[in-house]
């Protein structure tokens, strides 16, 4: 089982970049989708959840508008769209999958976890 995560990088503030999760091993169908994020000292997060049916929970009040998901089961991939960027998103992004029918902010509810990939927001 592997959630190959790649993308993000830096961008300036008012920017936009893209993180891609490729999962192996499962079928991505029959997983709710999570996304985190742990800014430098500070603890991990949740930032969304993406249903079975693509539906959305924002779980940080500052992305929502800004941070949008999607996932595509037949290529096995998730993805986090980010939109105006700010450096407060600066943070190492992680993808999770969870084998539940319901989104959850409780990182214990996901099975599996992407290695993180970082995101620079910065003039």
């Known amino acids: 089982v592997q959630l190959q995560a790649s993308g993000g990088g830096s961008a300036q503030p008012g920017g936009s970049l893209r993180i891609s999760c490729a999962v192996s091993?499962?079928?991505?169908?029959?997983?709710?989708v999570g996304w985190f994020r742990q800014a430098p000292g500070k603890e991990r997060e949740g930032v969304l959840c993406?249903?079975?049916?693509?539906?959305?929970?924002h779980y940080k009040g500052s992305v929502k508008g800004r941070f949008t998901a999607a996932r595509d089961n037949a290529k096995n991939t998730m993805y986090l769209h980010m939109n105006s960027l700010r450096p407060e998103d600066t943070a190492v992004y992680y993808c999770?999958?969870?084998?539940?029918?319901?989104?959850?902010?409780?990182?214990?509810?996901?099975?599996?976890w992407g290695q993180g990939t970082l995101v620079t927001v910065s003039s």
């Open positions: 993406v249903r079975r049916d693509g539906t959305i929970t």
């Open positions: 091993g499962f079928t991505l169908d029959d997983y709710v």
């Open positions: 999770a999958a969870s084998r539940t029918y319901e989104c959850s902010i409780r990182q214990s509810r996901y099975d599996y």
